[in-house]
Protein backbone atom coordinates (compact mmCIF):
# COMPACT_ATOMS: atom_id res chain seq x y z
CA UNK A 1 0.00 0.00 0.00
CA UNK A 2 1.28 3.45 -0.87
CA UNK A 3 0.70 5.90 2.36
CA UNK A 4 -0.37 9.44 1.25
CA UNK A 5 -0.60 12.88 2.97
CA UNK A 6 -3.20 14.19 4.63
CA UNK A 7 -4.35 17.93 3.20
CA UNK A 8 -5.10 19.83 5.85
CA UNK A 9 -5.63 18.37 8.88
CA UNK A 10 -6.96 20.68 11.04
CA UNK A 11 -10.23 21.89 12.31
CA UNK A 12 -10.33 25.23 14.24
CA UNK A 13 -8.28 24.44 17.68
CA UNK A 14 -7.81 20.49 16.02
CA UNK A 15 -4.98 19.55 14.08
CA UNK A 16 -4.32 15.60 13.39
CA UNK A 17 -0.76 14.68 13.42
CA UNK A 18 1.64 11.99 12.59
CA UNK A 19 2.97 10.12 16.03
CA UNK A 20 6.28 11.60 16.29
CA UNK A 21 8.96 11.92 19.32
CA UNK A 22 8.54 15.92 19.58
CA UNK A 23 5.11 15.33 20.36
CA UNK A 24 5.82 12.26 23.15
CA UNK A 25 5.95 15.46 26.07
CA UNK A 26 2.50 16.41 25.14
CA UNK A 27 1.11 12.73 24.69
CA UNK A 28 1.99 11.67 28.17
CA UNK A 29 1.32 15.42 29.75
CA UNK A 30 -2.61 14.57 28.28
CA UNK A 31 -2.59 11.34 29.81
CA UNK A 32 -1.44 12.37 33.14
CA UNK A 33 -3.77 14.86 33.28
CA UNK A 34 -5.66 14.28 37.17
CA UNK A 35 -9.00 13.50 35.16
CA UNK A 36 -7.04 11.24 32.81
CA UNK A 37 -5.40 9.15 35.38
CA UNK A 38 -8.18 6.52 35.58
CA UNK A 39 -8.73 6.10 32.14
CA UNK A 40 -5.17 6.36 30.25
CA UNK A 41 -2.58 7.21 33.06
CA UNK A 42 -0.70 4.27 33.17
CA UNK A 43 -1.27 2.99 29.69
CA UNK A 44 1.18 6.10 27.94
CA UNK A 45 4.44 6.58 29.53
CA UNK A 46 7.16 7.71 27.37
CA UNK A 47 8.79 4.41 27.11
CA UNK A 48 5.86 2.75 25.34
CA UNK A 49 5.23 6.06 22.85
CA UNK A 50 8.57 6.17 22.45
CA UNK A 51 8.22 2.42 21.23
CA UNK A 52 5.07 3.37 19.37
CA UNK A 53 6.23 5.87 17.13
CA UNK A 54 9.80 3.61 16.50
CA UNK A 55 7.12 0.90 15.63
CA UNK A 56 4.98 3.04 13.28
CA UNK A 57 7.25 5.77 11.66
CA UNK A 58 5.03 8.70 10.56
CA UNK A 59 1.97 6.74 12.27
CA UNK A 60 1.74 4.53 9.04
CA UNK A 61 0.75 0.29 9.74
CA UNK A 62 2.15 -1.43 7.00
CA UNK A 63 -0.40 -4.15 8.39
CA UNK A 64 0.73 -8.03 8.60
CA UNK A 65 -1.88 -10.44 7.80
CA UNK A 66 -1.01 -13.52 9.45
CA UNK A 67 -1.49 -11.18 12.53
CA UNK A 68 -4.77 -9.61 11.50
CA UNK A 69 -3.61 -6.45 11.36
CA UNK A 70 -4.52 -4.05 8.55
CA UNK A 71 -3.00 -1.03 6.44
CA UNK A 72 -3.69 2.17 7.78
CA UNK A 73 -3.18 5.59 9.32
CA UNK A 74 -2.36 6.25 13.22
CA UNK A 75 -2.62 9.97 13.82
CA UNK A 76 -2.93 11.67 17.53
CA UNK A 77 -4.93 14.74 18.17
CA UNK A 78 -3.45 17.59 18.96
CA UNK A 79 -4.91 20.64 20.51
CA UNK A 80 -3.61 24.20 19.49
CA UNK A 81 -1.61 25.98 22.04
CA UNK A 82 -3.27 29.71 21.11
CA UNK A 83 -6.50 28.55 22.07
CA UNK A 84 -5.41 27.67 25.75
CA UNK A 85 -6.93 23.83 26.00
CA UNK A 86 -7.00 21.92 29.29
CA UNK A 87 -4.38 19.40 27.65
CA UNK A 88 -2.24 19.66 24.52
CA UNK A 89 -3.12 16.43 22.86
CA UNK A 90 -6.71 15.21 22.85
CA UNK A 91 -6.80 11.89 21.79
CA UNK A 92 -5.99 9.09 19.06
CA UNK A 93 -7.55 8.13 15.73
CA UNK A 94 -6.40 5.53 13.49
CA UNK A 95 -7.88 5.09 9.71
CA UNK A 96 -7.58 1.02 8.41
CA UNK A 97 -7.33 0.59 4.72
CA UNK A 98 -8.77 -2.56 4.44
CA UNK A 99 -12.07 -4.25 3.16
CA UNK A 100 -11.55 -7.53 5.46
CA UNK A 101 -14.63 -9.33 7.04
CA UNK A 102 -12.92 -8.11 10.46
CA UNK A 103 -12.31 -4.27 9.61
CA UNK A 104 -16.25 -3.59 8.56
CA UNK A 105 -17.97 -6.50 10.72
CA UNK A 106 -15.67 -5.52 14.18
CA UNK A 107 -13.07 -3.44 14.19
CA UNK A 108 -14.09 -0.82 11.78
CA UNK A 109 -12.22 1.36 9.46
CA UNK A 110 -11.83 4.34 12.11
CA UNK A 111 -11.12 4.08 15.74
CA UNK A 112 -10.90 7.06 18.08
CA UNK A 113 -10.17 7.91 21.39
CA UNK A 114 -10.44 11.03 23.71
CA UNK A 115 -9.21 11.63 26.66
CA UNK A 116 -11.19 12.70 29.49
CA UNK A 117 -10.21 15.99 29.58
CA UNK A 118 -10.94 16.68 25.89
CA UNK A 119 -14.03 15.58 25.90
CA UNK A 120 -17.38 17.07 25.07
CA UNK A 121 -16.00 18.90 22.14
CA UNK A 122 -16.97 16.81 19.59
CA UNK A 123 -12.89 15.90 18.91
CA UNK A 124 -13.90 12.82 17.62
CA UNK A 125 -16.21 13.31 15.21
CA UNK A 126 -14.23 16.78 13.79
CA UNK A 127 -11.31 13.97 13.60
CA UNK A 128 -12.86 11.56 11.36
CA UNK A 129 -14.36 14.26 9.20
CA UNK A 130 -10.59 15.01 9.02
CA UNK A 131 -9.64 11.73 7.79
CA UNK A 132 -12.57 11.40 4.97
CA UNK A 133 -10.58 13.00 2.75
CA UNK A 134 -7.51 10.55 2.95
CA UNK A 135 -10.08 7.24 2.75
CA UNK A 136 -11.55 9.10 -0.86
CA UNK A 137 -7.85 8.64 -1.75
CA UNK A 138 -7.63 5.14 -0.85
CA UNK A 139 -10.25 4.52 -3.03
CA UNK A 140 -12.94 3.91 0.03
CA UNK A 141 -16.50 5.42 -0.87
CA UNK A 142 -17.73 4.71 2.63
CA UNK A 143 -16.74 3.80 6.22
CA UNK A 144 -17.75 1.15 8.95
CA UNK A 145 -17.37 2.52 12.56
CA UNK A 146 -17.86 0.14 15.20
CA UNK A 147 -18.48 0.86 18.94
CA UNK A 148 -19.74 -1.30 21.72
CA UNK A 149 -23.51 -0.78 22.55
CA UNK A 150 -22.68 0.40 25.96
CA UNK A 151 -20.48 3.47 24.60
CA UNK A 152 -22.83 6.50 24.01
CA UNK A 153 -20.43 8.91 23.59
CA UNK A 154 -19.36 7.17 20.70
CA UNK A 155 -22.91 6.30 19.59
CA UNK A 156 -23.87 10.06 19.43
CA UNK A 157 -20.47 10.38 17.20
CA UNK A 158 -21.93 8.24 14.68
CA UNK A 159 -25.14 9.90 14.38
CA UNK A 160 -23.71 13.07 14.43
CA UNK A 161 -21.53 11.72 11.46
CA UNK A 162 -24.99 10.60 9.91
CA UNK A 163 -23.72 7.11 9.94
CA UNK A 164 -26.83 4.82 10.08
CA UNK A 165 -26.63 1.98 12.38
CA UNK A 166 -26.91 -1.10 10.48
CA UNK A 167 -26.85 -4.16 13.44
CA UNK A 168 -25.30 -5.21 16.72
CA UNK A 169 -23.49 -7.96 16.01
CA UNK A 170 -22.15 -10.45 18.38
CA UNK A 171 -18.20 -10.90 18.54
CA UNK A 172 -16.63 -14.32 18.42
CA UNK A 173 -14.64 -15.83 20.54
CA UNK A 174 -11.62 -16.43 18.76
CA UNK A 175 -11.97 -12.40 17.33
CA UNK A 176 -9.00 -10.57 19.78
CA UNK A 177 -11.79 -8.11 20.72
CA UNK A 178 -13.39 -10.43 22.25
CA UNK A 179 -10.26 -11.44 24.77
CA UNK A 180 -10.26 -7.30 25.22
CA UNK A 181 -13.98 -8.16 26.78
CA UNK A 182 -15.70 -6.65 24.15
CA UNK A 183 -19.24 -9.06 23.29
CA UNK A 184 -20.64 -6.90 21.29
CA UNK A 185 -20.47 -4.34 18.30
CA UNK A 186 -22.98 -1.54 17.05
CA UNK A 187 -22.16 -1.29 13.23
CA UNK A 188 -22.38 2.36 11.44
CA UNK A 189 -22.52 2.74 8.31
CA UNK A 190 -21.18 6.13 6.77
CA UNK A 191 -20.88 6.95 3.00
CA UNK A 192 -18.16 9.26 2.00
CA UNK A 193 -19.38 12.60 0.58
Given at each position: ???????????????????????????????????????????????????????????????????????????????????????????????????????????????YGVFPPA?????????TRLLMPL?????????????????????????RLSATLV???????????????????????????
Amino acid sequence: MKFLTLDNPCDRELELVQPASRWIDDMVAACQHPVSWGDTGALWTHDRLREFVSSFPSGFEYGDELLGRSPGYYLWMRLLPKYKPPVPMAGTISLRVSDAVHIRRYSGHIGYGVFPPARGNHYAERATRLLMPLAKKHGMDHLWITCNPDNLASRRTCERLSATLVEIVDVPPGNPLYAKGDRQKCRYHLPLP
